[in-house]
């Protein structure tokens, strides 16, 4: 009996013909989605590093 | 969502693992349970820091007992939390993942009373007073030598550490020939390696300059010398601590959430990356002092930038597993696979909560690293914002998650219900984000760290009061959460929580899994080389500087 | 399986190429300001002595403070030592370069003034040097950013930045806080 806490279910079972069949499917396409989110992140962070270099730190003044 | 009632057990082909019949049993939850009892003593005192900087008044209030706080705050979450756990979670992937039982024991256990004495030798001598020097000791300032004796014993006893997984996975190499080192252990080992690299720094600063002087043999100290060696081990060590948590957004979260780890050379290649690009950029801590040249430190900010690369590719890879898993759930569009994701389990729950952190601490990050821009935040409370939110944040998160991974295997009990562990994580994100937010815009301000008390009747200290009495809230829910957490653990140690006997293998499969694996995928040869021709380029020159033309020493500044 | 392995490899490799632009990105920003703003770190390997700094030419009481040297430079002088800064109070005028040179007999500090670029490590045995030019006038504070002891609470020192017009240094070039008007 495994933990009832984390509970194996049809979902998690890795190996058999229908988890790999629903892989498969998973797959189709491509990582659309991670891509959509991690091109959002990169974007933002983009934005941000580059509006604090040149919008709060080099008006500031100059350093060396 | 997932629920109780979908469970249809299905036994795993592979044998499982006999819960709370692990060999490593008790060496596991000794280290752990230290480093918590660590953790735990130095939230509290957090929250009194927070309370006696801010416009409040709080009690015992004194720069003596403010600075051995902070010594002790910091020595707690930065080297006995860190270590202890990730030694303790070291020789739970040992056993776990290669499946057979973890040479050396004897040597373990040693390791961890050698580590205790060194504990309990530094603790004493910061209650004393006699050692506020912060957990960065920065020289000329010295304090008692039981201080630093204590510190070189908990390095040492992780050295012992590192020799055990070294030689547990070349073990398996050997009755496993071709075979691919499952990636956990992979993982666990290049933490070993990077670790045993970058403690050089530290060792050699307390060895030859620090102990000497606290001993009274030496009078003097090149400062200059002294912050660079340090710095040699600031960067890296910082990756030691985040180690599990990224071996466990590899390993454990695409389990977690029913699917699969989306590539598992990605994994290994990334904490190869993490390995060689963050050892040679500790010279990043020193790009507002004199000591070294812009060229130097421009070669600092093109390492460090490369050293958030394995970062970046952890957070494509990681959500891309996580999307396979949502689509496997039943998912579908470009962002449906969200939602479908079994938020309910804490491992899925604190990845989602670590990787919002990891936003904010990562950016801040890029802008600390910037050559000239750092003027703008060093020493400020910026940094102090940076550094909780991505390691007080990201990676202590993690951490919680994979003590409920590994309690419910170690004790032989699970837990009744998933919700007090989630409502912890949350309590921690949400404490975290409220505590760091107004650091950053304070740190802008030029608020600046490491100190006892603010003179509120400075217009601009005092325009400052309200934000720090917002962080102050934030810090009490951290440490809400943290006894939450310490309550959760100790709930599996009661016998009232229900007993079970088996429990599966934790870890992910990789869509692919992996067959057969060039050497440099599957041990640390090239990269030790690699390793060793960037520290001489990064830190070749900075070191021997001091020696090809010395720099006038300091007085040793003596605290008792 | 039908899974191909490659592809999966090469939205890595796609993302990794998204990743390289990044980095690109930052690290020419930085490089262009560095070359054509001159905007860098204080590097300034120059070593003084902390045992005899108060013997040495530059640093002795009578020439800390704000001057314009005899090259036409305006330098700020200011030893840091636990727990006060020689003086506590400087003037500087905007819009021209200035320079802030510090040392310390003792132990590390370091400064920043509030609003403003300016920051620097102290660290004995060297001249820490900043360059910067003010933008804006006022009452900004410098306190000592890095730990010094139990006293760094109250290591903290005012530069007063003032118009040009109340940048009035005496015969010998130097200009104190009670002067500005």
Redesign the interface.
């Known amino acids: 009996m495994s933990d009832p806490a984390y509970p194996v279910t049809r979902h998690d079972y890795a190996g058999d013909a229908e988890e790999l069949e629903r892989l498969e499917a998973a797959l189709e396409g491509g990582p659309k989605g991670a891509v959509a989110v991690s091109l959002i992140a990169v974007a933002l962070l983009m934005i941000g590093w580059l509006g604090m270099y040149f919008l709060v730190f080099l008006p500031r003044g100059t350093v060396g | 969502m997932a629920t109780l009632a979908e469970t249809i057990p299905v036994p795993r082909s592979e044998p499982a693992i006999s819960a709370g019949k692990l060999q490593v049993r008790r060496l596991v939850v000794a280290h752990v349970w230290v480093a918590i009892a660590a953790f735990a003593v130095a939230c509290l005192l957090g929250v009194w820091q927070m309370w006696a900087r801010s416009p409040l008044e709080a009690p015992a209030h004194t720069a003596a007992n403010y600075f051995r706080s902070v010594t002790m705050h910091g020595v707690s979450m930065a080297y006995v939390l860190t270590t202890f756990f990730i030694m303790g979670f070291g020789y739970f992937t040992a056993e776990t993942a290669l499946k057979r039982p973890v040479p050396g024991l004897w040597l373990a256990w040693g390791a961890f009373w050698l580590g205790i004495a060194g504990v309990l030798m530094a603790a004493l001598a910061i209650i004393s007073g006699n050692a506020s020097v912060l957990f960065t000791f920065y020289p000329p300032l010295t304090a008692t030598v039981w201080f630093y004796v204590g510190l070189v014993l908990v390095v040492v006893a992780s050295w012992v550490w590192c020799l055990i997984m070294i030689f547990a996975m070349q073990a398996w190499k050997s009755a496993n020939p071709g075979q691919a080192v499952p990636l956990v252990m992979f993982a666990t080992v290049a933490n070993a390696v990077m670790w045993l690299w970058t403690t050089v720094g530290v060792a050699t600063e307390l060895l030859f300059q620090v102990i000497p002087a606290a001993l009274g043999l030496n009078g003097m100290v090149d400062v200059g010398l002294s912050r660079t060696l340090f710095s040699w081990t600031l960067h890296a060590i910082v990756y030691f601590w985040l180690f599990p948590s990224y071996i466990a957004f590899y390993t454990m979260f695409p389990r977690a959430a029913g699917g699969r780890l989306y590539s598992d050379t990605m994994g290994r290649l990334a904490f190869i990356l993490f390995i060689i690009y963050s050892l040679p950029v500790g010279l990043h801590h020193l790009l507002m002092d004199p000591e070294h040249s812009n060229g130097f430190k421009y070669l600092q900010t093109f390492l460090t930038a490369l050293v958030s690369v394995p970062t970046l590719l952890t957070i494509f890879t990681i959500t891309a597993s996580a999307e396979v898993a949502g689509r496997m759930r039943g998912g579908t569009g470009t962002f449906g696979w969200i939602k479908t994701l079994p938020w309910g389990r804490p491992m899925v729950l604190a990845t989602g909560l670590a990787f919002l952190m990891l936003f904010w601490g990562g950016g801040g990050g890029l802008i600390n690293m910037s050559y000239g821009m750092n003027a703008m935040v060093h020493n400020t409370s910026w940094v102090t914002a940076h550094f909780h939110l991505i390691f007080g944040g990201t990676v202590v998160i993690m951490y919680f998650a994979i003590a409920y991974v590994m309690w419910p295997t170690l004790t032989g009990r699970s837990f009744p219900s998933m919700r007090p562990l989630n409502v912890q994580l949350w309590l921690w994100f949400i404490g975290m984000m409220v505590m760091t937010l107004p650091w950053h815009w304070t740190g802008l301000q030029g608020q600046w760290r490491r100190i006892a008390a603010f003179d509120y009747s400075n217009p601009l200290i005092a325009s400052w009061g309200p934000w720090v009495i917002v962080s102050l809230i934030g810090g009490i829910i951290l440490a809400v959460s943290a006894l939450l957490f310490v309550w959760n653990l100790v709930t599996l140690h009661r016998s009232s929580s229900p007993r079970f006997a088996v429990v599966e293998v934790p870890y992910a499969e990789a869509v692919h899994p992996p067959g057969r694996l060039p050497a440099s995928l599957n041990g640390f040869g090239l990269w030790n080389v690699i390793v060793a021709v960037l520290m001489l380029l990064a830190y070749g020159y900075p070191i021997a500087q001091f020696f090809i033309d010395p720099p006038p020493q300091a007085v040793v500044h003596r605290l008792h | 399986?039908?899974?191909n392995?490659q592809?999966?490899?090469n939205?890595?490799l796609r993302?990794?190429a998204?990743?390289?632009g990044?980095?690109a990105?930052?690290?020419s920003?930085?490089?262009y300001?560095?070359i054509a703003?001159?905007?860098?770190?204080?590097?300034?390997?120059?070593?003084?002595?902390?045992?005899t700094l108060h013997l040495s030419a530059e640093f002795t009481e009578a020439n800390l403070g704000t001057r314009i040297d005899p090259d036409g430079r305006v330098v700020a002088r200011l030893i840091a030592t636990?727990f006060e800064f020689v003086p506590n109070c400087i003037v500087l005028p905007t819009n021209r370069?200035v320079t802030l040179r510090f040392a310390t007999p003792?132990?590390?500090h370091?400064i920043?003034?509030?609003?403003?670029?300016?920051?620097?490590?102290?660290?004995?045995?060297?001249?820490?040097?900043?360059?910067?030019?003010?933008?804006k006038t006022g009452d900004l504070?410098m306190?000592?950013?890095?730990?010094?002891?139990?006293?760094?609470?109250q290591m903290i020192a005012t530069v007063k930045v003032v118009p040009p017009e109340q940048f009035r240094p005496d015969a010998e070039g130097r200009a104190a806080c009670g002067d500005a008007r």
């Open positions: 399986m039908a899974i392995e592809a999966i490899l939205s890595e993302w990794a998204v990743v390289g990044i980095i990105v930052i690290v920003a930085v490089l300001a560095a703003m001159h905007v860098n770190p204080p590097s300034n390997r120059e070593y003084v002595d902390p045992k636990q370069e003792d132990v590390i370091g920043l003034v509030t609003g403003t670029n300016v920051n620097t490590m102290v660290v004995p045995g060297y001249v820490a040097q900043v360059h910067t030019q003010f933008t504070l306190p000592c950013h890095e730990y010094c002891g139990l006293g760094h609470t």
